[in-house]
Structure formats: structure tokens, C-alpha cells
């Protein structure tokens, strides 16, 4: 009989993470320095709480500022009161590492998610993103 796939065998292990307080200029520049797309947001006492995406930055530069394109002078995004609190989802889909590979996508696509947080004990020990299932079935 094969060995069913799971999280654990092509999760991330090295997770870049970011605080609440993280400004979000800075989470725009972590994902373009380390090319990610999003983030599991964690308490500085490794509670996870959110996560957050390229996708809620842009959403967050629309809502703050009716004149993201233009080229007047700093955008509210680019405020460093603005943080990732602001625009992070609270909502974090998780699995363990001995979640099937097949029920998380099944998952990942009934809940039209990009990221999973993979937990062991709550405490967070990789992610899968939809990149990595894509790599994994071609």
C-alpha cells in the first residue's frame, strides 16, 4: 500500500512570521526581500493570532487611501502607525503534519485559502502554501 503524503512532507519548516505590531511597510517589505505572499501573524509569545497576504496589504492600501496610484506625497499605507493588526485575518486555517495532503487541498480550495498553518501542539512548525501543492502534484 503507498504512504499516503502529508503536510509534513512538503511543508515549509522555516516560517517567516510577523507581530500584530509589524508595520505593514515593513511586511511589504519582508515578502518582496524573501519572496513570500503572506505570513502567519504571532504574539511575541508565539501565539498564532492571523495571518496575513500580499492580497490584505493591497486590500488595506485601498482602504486607507484613496489616493494609492497617484503620486502625491506618502500614502497612509506607508504610515508607521499602520500595522499588520490592521489588516491581518484572524480566521487561520491550520492542520499537523499528519494531515493528508489530498484533505488539505480539498480543504484549502472549499475555503479559497493559499496558506495553511501547520501546527504540532499549537505551536507552529511549518506551512503549505498552494505553490507547494502545485509543486508536489506536477
Keep these: 500500500m503507498p ?8 511543508m515549509t519548516r522555516e516560517v517567516i512570521t510577523v507581530t500584530p505590531a509589524t508595520p505593514i511597510s515593513e511586511f511589504a517589505r519582508i515578502c518582496a526581500e524573501d519572496n513570500i ?3 502567519p501573524v504571532m504574539r511575541v509569545d508565539g ?3 492571523g495571518i ?3 492580497t490584505d496589504l493591497v486590500r488595506g492600501m485601498l482602504d486607507a487611501d484613496s489616493r494609492f496610484g497617484t503620486h502625491d506625497e506618502r500614502p497612509a499605507w ?3 502607525d499602520r500595522q499588520v493588526g490592521d489588516i ?4 487561520v486555517l491550520t492542520a499537523t503534519p499528519d494531515t493528508p495532503l489530498a484533505d ?3 480543504r484549502m480550495a472549499a475555503e479559497r485559502v493559499h496558506r495553511v498553518v501547520v501546527t504540532d501542539n499549537d505551536h507552529v512548525v511549518g506551512i503549505v502554501t498552494s505553490i507547494d501543492l502545485l509543486s508536489h502534484y506536477r
Excluded at 3 to 9: C, L, R, Y
Excluded at 88 to 91: N, S, T, W
Design 52 to 54: 496575513v497576504s500580499k
Design 88 to 91: 491581518m485575518i484572524d480566521r
Design 37 to 39: 505572499s503572506g505570513a
Design 78 to 80: 506607508d504610515d508607521p
Design 104 to 106: 488539505l487541498a480539498e
Design 3 to 10: 504512504k499516503t503524503i502529508t503536510a509534513g512532507d512538503v
Design 47 to 49: 501565539t498564532l493570532v
